[in-house]
């Protein structure tokens, strides 16, 4: 089954803890991205990538890393979270022409920084 | 930069009633448009996109919307809904001709109940 997995779907951390949230595709995309959904804003994008090795911020990078070492994973790395980063995140994927292809999400992590 | 924006954060609404979903997007340029739909507790999916051609554009599940390029809007519509339909909508466009980015509005809530 085409898919985007992310790992984990719930997690309550403390301020200052680094954690990686994975996400995974398995329809060889070239595209990933990584979003943040918060109530009244809709989706905001933090990062994404064209290729592998190749990314780019999108509109709210600032406390948020990721690699593209592998076509198919696209890690989100919080190296120091702040509760600022409780969230909703969403992975998505598409061909390489994103601007007008469809993008497919994964189902969502839940982040709490306390 | 193009943008889109979304006017009613929530559009409550009766069983088989109609309903609009309202969207206006900021370009001067071409624009390819989407609407995509999340479901409670899920990702986002595709539902329709305009590229070019027909400006009434079929989605799944009974969707359509329609590209009205003199009022800059992409308006979604369906005639008859059901409790099924009750989800967060979300319009959005391309940041900008050529990049690979899209930008989402807030989103809509339809409630549809009994």
């Known amino acids: 089954e085409a898919q985007v997995t992310q790992n984990p779907r719930y997690l309550i951390t403390v301020t200052g803890k680094k954690l990686t949230v994975t996400c995974s595709q398995n329809m060889n995309h070239e595209y990933m991205s990584w979003y943040r959904q918060d109530p009244g804003l809709g989706l905001r994008q933090i990062y994404y990538?064209?290729?592998?090795?190749?990314?780019d911020k999108g509109d709210v990078p600032e406390g948020y890393k990721v690699s593209r070492k592998e076509k198919r994973n696209f890690p989100l790395i919080l190296e120091s979270p702040s509760p600022n980063q409780t969230s909703l995140y969403f992975c998505?994927?598409?061909?390489?022409?994103?601007?007008?292809?469809?993008?497919?999400f994964g189902p969502g992590t839940r982040l709490t920084v306390l | 930069a193009q943008s889109v924006t979304q006017l009613d954060s929530q559009v409550p609404v009766f069983e088989e009633a109609p309903v609009e979903l309202r969207c206006n997007y900021s370009s001067s340029v071409s624009v390819y448009l989407f609407w995509y739909v999340q479901y409670p507790n899920q990702g986002l999916q595709l539902l329709l996109k305009y590229l070019s051609g027909s400006t009434l554009v079929k989605g799944i599940n009974g969707f359509e919307a329609e590209f009205n390029k003199s009022q800059t809007s992409f308006h979604l519509r369906k005639p008859s809904v059901h409790i099924s339909d009750t989800a967060e909508y979300f319009c959005?466009?391309?940041?900008?001709?050529?990049?690979?980015?899209?930008?989402f509005g807030t989103g809509t809530r339809l409630l549809v109940s009994p």
């Open positions: 990538s064209m290729n592998v090795e190749v990314t």
């Open positions: 998505a994927s598409s061909t390489r022409a994103a601007s007008y292809n469809e993008q497919f």
């Open positions: 959005a466009v391309p940041w900008n001709t050529g990049f690979q980015k899209l930008v």
